[in-house]
Structure formats: structure tokens, C-alpha cells
């Protein structure tokens, strides 16, 4: 996942991040402001808010732009990614305050247990090809919560599982000869995984975390909102 990321970053950073701007002039003002419009949803409009806005951390952080918009509410911002390329694009596009950091592809380094307010992750559970990688960040997320604190993921609840995994080694087979999606969308490294509500909400349960709040389900850009059990 790490090579894939980081030659997307190298050919256009923006546009894998955001595959809806205009590949050969992305249009960065709109591109920062879906960064806020994206934080809107996950914490302002949330069925539930963080008690406290000490420290935010995002899984899957790309060029910052949901960082970005997470410093203007939290103190103190984490933003983990697998990708260095996507690091260095993006500590020009944020500020210094945001903690930029490498992560091995399933884990938040570096992060004390019970030490964060906020962990959220947009556009990064569905480009995951194995199913366990992302139950490995639920656990995390689980791990680094303090009390009140909340995790806001969004993921790939479309239905059809079964049916995704054989469509995407359809495609690597048609990429491999040379027949594939020019900007390589059609890897299982695009492609990811489709994760079922029940799958998740187990995930949450191992991980010590009850989900508190869904939004839209059933859909690529389906929402959900956990807290730790109890209070812990
Ligand atoms: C579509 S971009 C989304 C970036 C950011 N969340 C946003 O919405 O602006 C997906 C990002 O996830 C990163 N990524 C992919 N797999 C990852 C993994 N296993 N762990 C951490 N980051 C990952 C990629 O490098 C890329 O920067």
C-alpha cells in the first residue's frame, strides 16, 4: 500500500486524494475547503462530541486537509499516514502546530493509550484491501481513547462484499494486461474492501468501543461514531 500511495502522491497528490477535482488543474481552494466541509459532518454536526478538545488524530491524513481544518478546534492535531510522499506535500500545504507522523499501515506510533479526544478517518477504510488492516485501526483507535473521547470513521457499507473481492481480482487481471484504468483506480489498493455494519460493530466491541451514531448506511460514504464502553 505504501508504493501505491506514495507514486500516487509523486504523479498528482491531490487528485488521489480527491478524485473529484480536474486531474490536470486541480482547483486547491475548493480542494482545503472540502477539508472543512468534511470536519462539519464528522464532529460540529456529530450525534455526539468529544468532552473534551485536547488532542485529534487522523488515520489516513494525505495532504492535510482534514488536519487543517481539525486545528482550528483541537489543540493539538496528529495526522498519520502511510505515504511519506503525502507527508512532504503536505507540510507545505498545513501549518507547523500539525503533527505530521508515518504510520507502518495499521498502527497510530508513538500514541499513549488512553491519551486522545478525537480519532477520525474519511477516505482511507475503503481503499483497504484487508479487512483485518482496518479491524487493526479500529483496535487503535480503541487503545488511544480517553473517556469521552470519539471516534468518527467513515468506510465503504455498500452491499456485496463477496462480490467486490471477485470484481477487484477481475480488474487486477485486466490491469495486468495493460487494459486497466489509466490512473490505476481499478488496484485493490483503489478498490479496497466493502466492510459490513455487523463487521464493524464487532471490530468496535473488540476494540472496547460501542458505536453511538450512524449516518447513512449502506453507502460508500457511510458514517459512523463510537465512544469508548462505560465511560473507560
Ligand atoms: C483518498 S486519501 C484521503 C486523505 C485524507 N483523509 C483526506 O480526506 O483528505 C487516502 C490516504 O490514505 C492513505 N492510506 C492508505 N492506506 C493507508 C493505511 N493503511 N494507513 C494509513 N494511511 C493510509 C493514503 O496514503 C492517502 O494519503
Do not use: K
Not at 459532518?41 to 456529530?46: F, S, T
Not at 468529544?50 to 482550528?72: F, Y
Not at 496528529?78 to 507527508?87: V, W
Request: with cysteine.
Amino acid at each position: 500500500m505504501r508504493s501505491y500511495w506514495d507514486e500516487r502522491a509523486r504523479l498528482n497528490a491531490a487528485f488521489f486524494v480527491d478524485t473529484s477535482l480536474d486531474y490536470d488543474a486541480p482547483d486547491m481552494e475548493r480542494f482545503l475547503a472540502t477539508g472543512r466541509e468534511i470536519v462539519r459532518l464528522a464532529v460540529d454536526e456529530a450525534p455526539v462530541r468529544p468532552a473534551v478538545t485536547g488532542t485529534a488524530v487522523e488515520i489516513g491524513c494525505g495532504l492535510g486537509r482534514v488536519c487543517l481544518a481539525l486545528h482550528e478546534r483541537f489543540d493539538h492535531v496528529i495526522g498519520y499516514d502511510i505515504a511519506p510522499e503525502m507527508l512532504t506535500r503536505a507540510r507545505q500545504l498545513v501549518p507547523g502546530g500539525v503533527d505530521l507522523r508515518v504510520t507502518d499501515g495499521e498502527s497510530l506510533p508513538g500514541l499513549a493509550d488512553d491519551s486522545v479526544d478525537l480519532v477520525v478517518t474519511f477516505t482511507v477504510f475503503q481503499h483497504i484491501p484487508d479487512v483485518d488492516v482496518i479491524r487493526r485501526y479500529v483496535l487503535e483507535a480503541g487503545r488511544v481513547l480517553r473517556p469521552g473521547g470519539v471516534f468518527a470513521y467513515q468506510w465503504n457499507n455498500t452491499p456485496g462484499e463477496r462480490y467486490w473481492r471477485a470484481r477487484r481480482a477481475a480488474m487486477a487481471l485486466v490491469q495486468r494486461l495493460g487494459r486497466g484504468d489509466a490512473h490505476g483506480r481499478d488496484r485493490p489498493q483503489f478498490l479496497g474492501s466493502r466492510v459490513p455494519l455487523w463487521q464493524m460493530d464487532e471490530a468496535l466491541a473488540q476494540a472496547g468501543l460501542q458505536r453511538v451514531g450512524l449516518r447513512e448506511p449502506g453507502q460508500l460514504f457511510t458514517w459512523g461514531w463510537a465512544q469508548p464502553v462505560g465511560g473507560r
